[in-house]
């Protein structure tokens, strides 16, 4: 995933040089995302049944003090199960979810410290059950194991989502933690060209495509709203943004005007190579997918309610 992201930045200058579009401003991918991943490197035990019986977590491959974040926010708890995990810390998310750092060497952490996504939270090591120095990562809803995606060898990045095989926050299938962000006159950003494409796909006709929310926009979003029987501000925000999106299924239903604000979105503010044509094909599946998997979707190539979302708020 590190490449990857490194690609998109690269991409992302490109596009802001040769095309001279304004520079626009971007949060990290992970910045609202649900569970991320508390350290960087390879995958050396997936989840699932292996010899010595069903592993209920995956195995992380580190160097001993190898820092390990937390990853959800929560209530800590420094732990030992000397026969096990060995030295652990574990955090209670507040709504059945807890999870679980395993084999740790030293911990940055004391009984119910409240700790941040992102924390620091122990150093890695090889205490209790372990044959080389690694963190088990568990996460259990109820008391009850949760499926964490990953192959052995796979690479993930510290920060980066966790590709939901469990519900999550909120109990949903689909991970609803991504927020509408709120749009007004006066700003500018990759945001603003999304509610322009998505005004000409409700039916209005722009003179700017331009990633700036000035009269025009705020006129346009005034009808919008009035046509609606939203209560009528000129502002987008989470009511306007449930009216205006619309959904791109694939190559058979993809609206024009919304396929190119989705296209213009995952090139120009997610740093994908893809043509930007209002056309739904391989290309914009593949970028679509893959921008789904990382925002920890369910991978399934439609932009709807959640992929919009994730789109407009990272
Ligand atoms: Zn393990």
């Known amino acids: 995933m590190g490449k990857k992201w490194a690609r998109r930045n690269f ?143 796979d690479w993930v990045t510290q920060g980066e989502p966790i590709p939901k095989d469990f519900p999550g926050i909120g109990g949903t299938d689909t991970g609803n933690y991504y927020s509408w962000p709120t749009y007004s006159r006066g700003d500018q950003s990759e945001g603003v060209y999304s509610i322009q494409y998505l005004l000409e796909e409700q039916g209005y006709n722009l003179n700017y495509h331009d990633g700036i929310y000035g009269s025009e926009v705020e006129n346009t979003v005034e009808s919008f709203q009035s046509s609606q029987g939203l209560s009528v501000d000129g502002i987008v925000g989470p009511n306007t943004w449930e009216e205006l999106y619309v959904t791109v299924y694939d190559a058979n239903n993809d609206p024009y005007w919304a396929t190119y604000g989705a296209q213009h979105h995952l090139r120009y503010d997610q740093g994908y190579s893809i043509s930007v044509d209002g056309y739904y094909g391989p290309e914009t599946e593949g970028a679509v997918e893959d921008f789904q998997s990382n925002a920890g979707l369910t991978v399934d190539g439609i932009v709807g309610h959640d992929t919009w979302q994730a789109l407009m708020d990272l």
């Open 11 to 153: 991409l992302r200058t490109v596009g802001a040089t040769v095309l001279t579009l304004p520079v626009m401003t971007t949060t990290a991918a992970a910045a609202q995302a649900d569970f991320v991943w508390p350290v960087s490197d390879h995958i050396n035990s997936p989840y699932g049944p292996r010899g010595s019986g069903y592993h209920y977590g995956v195995d992380i491959d580190g160097e001993t003090e190898d820092p390990i974040y937390a990853s959800r926010a929560g209530t800590a708890y420094a732990a030992e199960d000397p026969g096990g995990y060995g030295q652990y810390v574990y955090i209670d998310h507040g709504d059945g979810y807890v999870s679980e750092y395993g084999h740790v060497n030293s911990y940055d952490v004391y009984d119910g410290e409240w700790v941040e996504r992102g924390e620091q939270i122990a150093g890695m090591g090889t205490t209790g059950s372990s044959t080389g120095v690694h963190v088990h990562l568990e996460i259990e809803h109820d008391g009850s194991p949760q499926s964490i995606p990953g192959d052995k060898g």
